[in-house]
C-alpha cells in the first residue's frame, strides 16, 4: 500500500542505458505527424530504428522480440523515452493491444507468426472494430464472416479505424454466426489492409490529416487460421483487449508529466500577461499528472503481486483523458492570441500546443466513451442497477 | 488488521445515535470513546515499546486515520497519537518529553495541538496539555496554563479552542530552527494524516449515496438507474481513486523537508479534500430533499469533510505553497522525479 519505491541499483543501471540510446537514437528534428503519409512513414522508420536497439516491446518474452522486463521497467523506459521527446509510437494498437491478446487468446503458430513482426516495427496494426451503426454499441455490429472451405469471407464495413489509411493489418470482429444477435456469434479476426476485396478510404480529420479511416470488406477471404479464439468467443475476447486499452499501457504517465513539465515552463513565460487564477489550472495539470504516475506505479505493483485490472481501467481512462484536456485548455488560455496560431514549421516551435489540444479532444471519445466509463463504474464499482428498456 | 479492528469499532463508537448525540449537544459520550480508542492501543501506534507503544511507522498509521474519517470519529485521534507522540518521541531528550510521551501513548493524557496552519484546535475530552507551535519556538504546557478561546464547529461533535499561552507558562522543548523544523515536519503529518480522514469519509459519502440511489424509486425505478446519478457518483469515484495513491506517498516521506516532501504533502490534503467535498456536494445532491435534512444522517459526515478541508493546511495555504514551489523553480520536474528525495533541506 505504501508508496515508497526506492529505484534498486539495477533499475539506475537500466534508465541510463535508456537514455542513453536514447540519446544518441531520438531524431534532433520532430518527426511529421503520423497521422500524414509521410509522417506514417518516418514513424514506421523509427519503430525500425527502435527494434534495432531491442526497444520494440521490452515487456513481451524475449522469444517474440521482447527483452522480458517487467512492469516498473516498462515505466522507467517510458519514463525516459518521454523525457528524450522520442517519436510517438505508430504501432501502438499492435504492440499495446493486439499483442497482450495474441499473448492470452493466440496459437504458439499465431504468436510465432504475428508477434515478432509486430515488435519489430515490420507489420503496423488498425483496430476494424466501430461501424457507421455501432460505435459504443459494439454489439450491434453487423460486417460477417462466413465460412467458405478452408476461408472466411469477410464482408461489411468498417469505420474510425486510427492510422488504418497507412497501416498493414487489422484486427476486427466480425459476425460468424448470422443466426446470433449482439454479442454472440462474433469472431475475431486478423485481415491484411492491402489484399483482395479490402478497400480502405483514409478519413480526414478535424486537424486535416487522415488520421482514421474506413475499411470496406468486399468478398474479402483469409484463411481460418487468421481467426483469433474460438469462433464465437470474439466478445469475450474483444473485451479483454478492450481492458488492455484502458489499462496500464495505453497511456503512459510520463507523457503527462511531460506536457504538465511543459505547462509549467508555459506558465513562466506567460505569467505577467496571464489571468492570476490559471496558476490553479497550472498547479493542477502537475498535480493530476504526478496522481497518475503514483497510482499508475501502485497499480503496476498489484498487477506484479499477481492482482488483475478489472472495472480500474475504466477510472484510469477517465482520469488521463480528462487530465489530458484539461491541460491543453490551460495551454491555450495562456497562449490567448497566439494559441490559433498554425506552427510555422521552424526548430523552434517545439511546444505544439495546438496539436496537443485537438488530440485531447479525442481522448474522452477513443477506447470507450466516458459516458460509457462512467456508466461501466457507476454498475460494476458502485453496483447501481443497469439501465432498464 | 489493526484498520479493521478500527472500522469494527468504530461502528459501535461513532454510531447513527452516537453522532446524533453530539449533533444535539450531547458530549457525554466522548469520554468512553477516548477510553475505548485507548484500550485498543491506537494512541500508541507511533511510540516506541519502551513508552509502551508498537513502534509501527506513519504508513501503518494513516489507514487508522482513514477509517477514523470513514466514521466521522469526532476525536482527535490524529493530532494525540501521529502529531504529539511522534514530536514528542523526535525531542525525547528533553525530560518533559519524555516523561509525558508514555502518558500519551496510553491516552491517559490528553493533548491538543495548536500551529500556525492548524488556529482552531481540536480539543480532547478531559484535556491536560497543549503542544503549542509558535514561530520561534515549541511549547508544552499544562491546560491550566492556556487560556483556550472556545470554538463551536459546524462539525459538532469537534471541539474547538484557540490557544492563549499564559505569559511565562509552558515549558520550551525547542527554539529556534529546531523548533521550525519539528513544526514542519508535525505539518507534514498533520496534512497528510488529515488527508487520509478526508479518504475515509470521502468513501463513506460515496457508499451512503450509492445505496441511497440504489433504494429510492421514482418513476418506477431505482434513481440509480439514471446516467445522471451513476455519472455523478463514478466522477466522485474516480477523484477519490486518484487522491489515494497521492495520501499513500506522501505518508512514506513525512519526515522530509525537501521541495519534492513539500509539494507531496500539500497535493495529499488537496487532492483528499477536494475528494471529499465533491463527495459531499455529490451526495447531497443524490439525496435530494433527504440529503438537506437534519433527521438524516449524511449532513454527520458532510459537516465533517468541511471541518477537514480548512484543517492542518487549508486550501489558500497549501494550494500557495504548492504554486510557489511549482512556478518558483524550487522543484525539480521530470517524470524521473516523481521517487525523488533530496536529504536536505532546499526551500526557505
Known amino acids: 500500500m505504501a508508496l515508497n519505491l526506492q529505484f534498486t541499483p539495477e533499475q539506475r543501471r537500466f534508465r541510463t542505458e535508456v537514455r542513453e540510446w536514447m540519446g544518441a537514437h531520438v531524431p534532433k528534428m520532430p518527426l511529421k505527424t503520423l497521422e500524414s503519409e509521410a509522417g506514417f512513414a518516418q514513424h514506421r522508420q523509427w519503430e525500425r530504428t527502435l527494434a534495432s536497439g531491442n526497444w520494440g516491446m521490452i515487456t513481451w518474452p524475449r522469444e517474440f522480440g521482447g527483452r ?212 490553479g489550472a497550472v498547479a493542477q495539470a502537475w498535480m493530476d499528472a504526478e496522481a497518475y504516475a503514483l497510482n499508475t506505479y501502485r497499480t503496476a505493483s498489484r498487477l506484479m503481486a499477481g492482482g488483475t485490472i478489472g472495472v480500474e481501467a475504466s477510472l484510469n481512462k477517465i482520469f488521463w483523458s480528462e487530465l489530458d484536456l484539461d491541460l491543453h485548455r490551460t495551454a491555450m488560455a495562456l497562449l490567448g492570441a497566439r494559441a490559433e496560431l498554425l506552427p ?15 488530440f485531447s479532444l479525442a481522448g474522452p471519445i477513443y477506447a470507450g466513451t466516458n459516458e460509457i466509463q462512467r456508466n461501466l463504474i457507476a454498475e460494476r464499482l458502485l453496483g447501481l442497477p443497469r439501465a432498464q428498456g | 488488521m489493526m484498520a479493521a479492528a478500527l472500522r469494527e469499532l468504530a461502528t459501535d463508537l461513532c454510531s447513527s445515535q452516537a453522532l446524533r448525540a453530539e449533533f444535539g449537544a450531547d458530549h457525554s459520550a466522548a469520554e468512553a470513546r477516548w477510553q475505548r480508542l485507548a484500550e485498543l492501543g491506537l494512541f500508541g501506534v507511533l511510540a516506541p515499546p519502551d513508552a509502551g507503544g508498537m513502534g509501527l511507522a506513519d504508513a501503518d498509521f494513516v489507514l487508522l486515520a482513514e477509517e477514523a474519517g470513514r466514521a466521522a470519529l469526532p476525536e482527535p485521534l490524529v493530532e494525540q497519537a501521529a502529531l504529539a507522540v511522534p514530536l514528542l518521541v523526535e525531542l525525547a531528550s528533553e525530560p518533559a518529553a519524555a516523561q509525558l510521551l508514555p502518558r500519551l501513548a496510553s491516552g491517559e493524557a490528553r493533548v491538543a495541538v495548536a500551529h500556525e496552519q492548524n488556529p482552531y484546535a481540536s480539543v480532547p475530552p478531559a484535556l491536560t496539555h497543549w503542544l503549542l507551535c509558535c514561530t520561534d519556538a515549541l511549547i508544552l504546557a499544562g491546560a491550566e496554563e492556556v487560556e483556550a478561546i472556545p470554538g463551536r464547529s459546524v462539525d459538532a461533535g469537534r471541539r474547538l479552542a484557540e490557544p492563549r499561552l499564559r505569559p511565562a507558562r509552558g515549558r520550551r522543548l525547542a527554539d529556534g530552527d529546531g523548533a521550525r523544523a519539528a513544526a514542519r515536519r508535525l505539518l507534514n503529518r498533520g496534512a497528510v494524516h488529515t488527508a487520509a480522514r478526508c479518504l475515509g469519509v470521502a468513501e463513506r459519502l460515496l457508499e451512503l449515496a450509492s445505496a441511497y440511489a440504489k433504494e429510492r424509486v421514482q418513476f418506477g425505478r431505482p434513481i440509480g438507474a439514471n446516467q ?51 463527495a459531499a456536494r455529490t451526495a447531497i445532491q443524490v439525496h435530494g430533499a433527504m440529503g438537506y435534512s437534519w433527521e438524516v444522517d449524511l449532513h454527520f459526515y458532510m459537516k465533517h469533510a468541511w471541518a477537514l478541508g480548512g484543517s492542518w493546511g487549508d486550501h489558500n495555504f497549501h494550494a500557495r505553497r504548492l504554486q510557489s514551489l511549482l512556478c518558483g523553480g524550487a522543484l525539480t520536474l521530470g517524470p524521473d522525479q516523481t521517487f525523488a528525495r533530496s536529504a536536505q533541506r532546499d526551500v526557505r
Open chain 2, 228 to 278: 445522471a446519478i451513476k455519472h455523478h457518483l463514478a466522477s466522485v469515484a474516480v477523484k477519490l481513486e486518484f487522491a489515494r495513491a497521492v495520501v499513500y506517498a506522501a505518508v512514506t516521506r513525512v519526515d522530509g523537508d525537501d521541495a519534492r516532501t513539500l509539494a507531496a504533502v500539500s497535493h495529499a490534503k488537496l487532492a483528499a479534500s477536494a475528494a471529499a467535498d465533491l
Open chain 1, 68 to 279: 522480458g522486463a517487467n512492469l516498473i521497467d516498462w515505466l522507467i523506459f517510458e519514463e525516459e523515452y518521454y523525457r528524450a521527446a522520442a517519436p510517438l509510437r505508430v504501432n501502438q494498437n499492435g504492440i499495446f493491444l493486439l499483442g497482450p491478446t495474441l499473448m492470452e487468446f493466440g496459437t504458439p503458430a499465431q504468436k510465432a507468426r504475428y508477434l515478432p513482426q509486430m515488435a519489430a516495427g515490420e507489420e503496423i496494426w488498425a483496430q476494424a472494430w466501430s461501424e457507421p451503426q455501432s460505435g459504443s454499441d459494439l454489439a450491434a455490429l453487423r460486417a460477417t464472416a462466413v465460412r467458405e472451405g478452408d476461408s472466411y469471407v469477410l464482408r461489411g464495413h468498417k469505420i474510425w479505424s486510427s492510422r488504418a489509411a497507412f497501416a498493414d493489418w487489422a484486427f476486427g470482429i466480425f459476425r460468424t454466426d448470422p443466426s446470433a444477435e449482439r454479442h454472440r456469434g462474433l469472431s475475431f479476426i486478423l485481415v491484411p489492409l492491402r489484399h483482395p476485396g479490402v478497400r480502405v478510404r483514409g478519413i480526414r480529420q478535424i486537424h486535416g490529416e487522415p488520421g482514421f479511416a474506413e475499411i470496406f470488406f468486399e468478398d474479402a477471404r483469409v484463411p481460418l487460421d487468421h481467426r483469433l479464439g474460438e469462433e464465437g468467443a470474439g466478445w469475450q475476447i474483444a473485451m479483454a483487449t478492450a481492458g488492455f486499452e484502458r489499462g496500464l499501457m495505453l497511456r503512459s504517465p510520463a507523457r503527462f508529466q511531460m506536457a504538465a513539465q511543459r505547462l509549467v515552463q508555459l506558465w513562466r513565460r506567460c505569467a505577467d500577461a496571464a489571468d492570476p487564477a490559471l496558476v
Open chain 1, 344 to 358: 510555422r514549421g521552424d526548430a523552434s516551435e517545439t511546444d505544439d500546443w495546438l496539436e496537443g489540444f485537438i
